[in-house]
């Protein structure tokens, strides 16, 4: 039975998953999109959205949360300083966007594009 399991493993144990989770974000937040399986994109897409929340707020608390989940200096300057500023006017949410492309050719694995969002102000979700 699999009570109160809230996420995916991606066949790696936790400490693993957590440093993967956190370089695809920081991959994610430098270039604004990546290409990865579904799954890691639905995982990924946990993981980002809860960053740029944390980051919204800017307190030293949020930075130093946001640094031990994301231990990539440049990317955590980015999210603080451009990407935090783009997301003023959201709600709590709905920062990143999963276009599914197809199966991979080598192996069929279900591939898609994970990506920032880019509302522009006043507009509606």
């Known amino acids: 039975m699999r009570h109160h399991v809230d996420h995916r493993t991606l066949?790696?144990?936790?400490?693993?998953?957590?440093?993967?989770?956190g370089n695809m974000a920081a991959s994610?937040?430098?270039?604004?999109?990546?290409?990865?399986?579904?799954?890691?994109?639905?995982?990924?897409?946990?993981?980002?959205?809860?960053?740029?929340t944390r980051?919204?707020?800017?307190?030293v608390h949020d930075i130093r949360v946001v640094?031990?989940?994301?231990?990539?200096k440049k990317a955590a300057t980015k999210l603080f300083q451009e990407i935090?500023?783009?997301?003023?006017?959201?709600?709590k949410g709905g920062y990143t966007r999963i276009v599914?492309?197809?199966?991979?050719?080598?192996?069929?694995?279900?591939?898609a594009v994970i990506e920032l969002v880019e509302r522009k102000a006043g507009e509606q979700k």
């Open 11 to 21: 066949g790696r144990y936790g400490s693993h998953r957590k440093l993967m989770l």
């Open 28 to 52: 994610l937040f430098l270039n604004g999109s990546i290409t990865t399986t579904v799954t890691r994109a639905k995982e990924l897409r946990r993981v980002a959205e809860k960053l740029i």
């Open 55 to 59: 980051a919204r707020g800017g307190s």
């Open 67 to 72: 640094f031990a989940k994301m231990p990539h």
């Open 84 to 91: 935090v500023p783009m997301f003023k006017d959201f709600d």
């Open 100 to 111: 599914k492309l197809g199966a991979r050719k080598g192996d069929g694995s279900p591939m």
